[in-house]
């Protein structure tokens, strides 16, 4: 692979043997449109059918670029539902591409797939979607999966997305959009590189699904007291205590009444505490000009969460963390001595504790968890060692795993590189 020397149009990247410009045509010069179904969830099934369907959810959600649909979960038609009078012309076929047309984020809006594999099954493309058909002979199979998802094709898709809440896009607006591409043997050879790429990556998923499946049995066995630990005597551990979570953490509101101009965080669903300017573009509140008075002070040791979204995970724990400041949305304690912190953060993420949080939520349209129905939670609480001894062990997984996921990172990223770079 070599960088690009000649002017006009050509990528950054090429193998080595492919030479000159690439062709450029309109998307709707090079496909033709195929009609497409609106069946809404309510009329699939993954049970039983003899038609399969792609609902435009699933393009945004699950399925892979290249559609095998021997290595996809694809819901069925109802079998009450008449499709007699779809033309077998609009079912999907190999090398069809299908683009999601809606979308409430402007990151998705036109979003696609190509069909590889249909393995005799019968398909149909559902409610909000485009089915292209390529002409014969022009792209090679899978070649278009990656095109969708260059730099140069996304931009254009979505400056012709049209909508303000709800973002859409029309076959009359995506087949303007201009398509560059090679010879079909230089289309070969981006696409098996790719597709090697793409196989590793999803090699890499699994193993991080393991790790995380590995863990949430362990966690399950030791929360249950099927798996006990031995003290360093080798004898067993007191009894676990049933507690609430207000007998063993109280409540910080220490407000930045001086208006420092401290760092400022919010908490990710991921990772906990993340500097705020690293969520939305390198601005924070300070930058805005928000009030920042009202903010709260983190110090060391000190666990903060939304109370309208601690049930999908937006929970952290500030560590080393020191004077910095967080809005005042959050709710924030300590832990009191008979608590290692490190074990109740691994207990704050389990299944067990988010049921019980959904139990104590409480509101209207949206739900909040105040620190008054928080403390009403209730747990059980082992001797201090044996949290020790517990948190140590189920931190070791996630350090393990946190790898796995730097690995999958670098994976992406290369990917990303590589798209940009091999298509105009």
């Given at each position: 692979?070599a960088?690009?020397k000649?002017?006009?149009?050509?990528?950054?990247?090429?193998?080595?043997?492919?030479?000159?410009?690439?062709?450029?045509?309109?998307?709707g010069?090079?496909?033709?449109?195929?009609?497409?179904?609106?069946?809404?969830?309510?009329?699939?099934?993954?049970?039983?059918?003899?038609?399969?369907?792609?609902?435009?959810g699933?393009?945004?959600?699950?399925?892979?670029?290249?559609?095998?649909?021997?290595?996809?979960?694809?819901?069925?038609?109802?079998?009450?539902?008449?499709?007699?009078?779809i033309?077998?012309?609009?079912?999907?076929?190999?090398?069809?591409v299908?683009?999601a047309?809606?979308?409430?984020?402007?990151?998705?809006?036109?979003?696609?797939?190509?069909?590889?594999?249909?393995?005799?099954e019968?398909?149909l493309?559902?409610?909000?979607?485009?089915?292209?058909?390529p002409?014969?002979?022009?792209?090679h199979?899978?070649?278009?999966?990656?095109?969708?998802?260059?730099?140069?094709?996304?931009t254009?898709?979505?400056?012709?997305?049209?909508?303000?809440?709800?973002?859409?896009?029309?076959?009359?607006r995506?087949?303007?959009?201009?398509?560059?591409?090679?010879?079909?043997?230089?289309?070969?050879?981006?696409?098996?590189?790719?597709?090697?790429?793409?196989?590793?990556?999803?090699?890499?998923?699994?193993?991080?699904?393991?790790?995380?499946?590995?863990?949430?049995?362990?966690?399950?066995?030791?929360?249950?007291?099927?798996?006990?630990f031995?003290?360093?005597?080798?004898?067993?551990?007191?009894d676990w205590?049933?507690?609430?979570l207000?007998?063993?953490?109280?409540?910080?509101?220490?407000?930045?009444?001086?208006?420092?101009k401290?760092?400022?965080?919010?908490?990710?669903?991921?990772?906990?505490?993340?500097?705020?300017?690293?969520?939305?573009?390198g601005v924070?509140?300070?930058?805005r000009?928000y009030?920042?008075?009202i903010?709260?002070?983190?110090?060391?040791?000190?666990?903060?969460y939304?109370?309208?979204?601690?049930?999908?995970g937006?929970?952290?724990?500030?560590?080393?963390?020191?004077?910095?400041?967080?809005?005042?949305?959050?709710?924030?304690?300590?832990?009191?001595?008979?608590?290692?912190?490190?074990?109740?953060?691994?207990?704050?993420?389990?299944?067990?504790?988010?049921?019980?949080?959904?139990?104590?939520?409480?509101?209207?349209?949206?739900?909040?968890?105040f620190?008054?129905?928080?403390?009403?939670?209730?747990?059980?609480?082992?001797?201090?060692?044996?949290?020790?001894?517990?948190a140590?062990?189920?931190?070791?997984?996630?350090?393990?795993?946190?790898?796995e996921?730097a690995?999958?990172?670098?994976?992406?990223?290369?990917?990303?590189?590589?798209?940009?770079?091999?298509?105009?």
């Amino acid at each position: 692979m070599a960088k690009k020397k000649e002017m006009g149009n050509v990528p950054n990247l090429r193998f080595k043997g492919f030479e000159g410009e690439w062709e450029k045509m309109k998307l709707g010069e090079l496909v033709d449109f195929k009609v497409t179904n609106s069946f809404s969830r309510d009329n699939l099934n993954y049970e039983t059918g003899k038609v399969k369907n792609i609902h435009y959810g699933d393009i945004h959600t699950q399925f892979q670029t290249l559609f095998d649909i021997t290595k996809e979960k694809v819901p069925y038609i109802n079998e009450e539902i008449s499709i007699g009078r779809i033309s077998e012309d609009f079912y999907c076929k190999e090398g069809d591409v299908i683009f999601a047309d809606a979308s409430e984020d402007l990151n998705d809006v036109g979003k696609s797939i190509e069909i590889i594999n249909v393995n005799g099954e019968k398909l149909l493309s559902g409610l909000h979607t485009l089915l292209a058909r390529p002409a014969a002979n022009i792209f090679h199979l899978g070649f278009n999966g990656y095109l969708f998802k260059s730099n140069q094709v996304r931009t254009q898709i979505q400056k012709e997305s049209q909508g303000s809440k709800v973002l859409s896009i029309n076959v009359g607006r995506i087949s303007k959009i201009d398509l560059s591409f090679p010879i079909v043997q230089e289309q070969e050879k981006i696409t098996a590189f790719l597709s090697l790429l793409d196989e590793r990556i999803q090699t890499q998923s699994k193993i991080i699904e393991e790790f995380k499946l590995s863990k949430d049995i362990l966690i399950k066995k030791i929360f249950s007291h099927k798996l006990k630990f031995k003290n360093d005597n080798g004898s067993d551990f007191a009894d676990w205590k049933c507690l609430s979570l207000g007998e063993v953490t109280s409540l910080v509101n220490n407000r930045n009444k001086r208006n420092e101009k401290l760092p400022v965080y919010s908490i990710n669903n991921k990772i906990g505490f993340t500097p705020q300017g690293d969520q939305f573009d390198g601005v924070d509140s300070n930058a805005r000009g928000y009030d920042i008075k009202i903010y709260k002070i983190i110090d060391k040791a000190t666990f903060a969460y939304n109370p309208a979204r601690i049930n999908v995970g937006s929970i952290g724990y500030s560590g080393e963390l020191d004077k910095i400041i967080i809005s005042s949305l959050y709710v924030c304690f300590k832990t009191k001595e008979e608590v290692d912190d490190n074990f109740l953060l691994q207990y704050l993420k389990t299944d067990m504790f988010n049921k019980q949080v959904l139990e104590n939520m409480e509101g209207g349209v949206r739900s909040y968890l105040f620190y008054e129905n928080f403390s009403r939670i209730t747990f059980d609480l082992p001797s201090l060692l044996e949290q020790k001894k517990i948190a140590h062990l189920l931190d070791s997984i996630d350090k393990k795993n946190n790898l796995e996921i730097a690995i999958i990172d670098k994976l992406k990223e290369q990917k990303q590189y590589l798209i940009s770079n091999l298509f105009i």
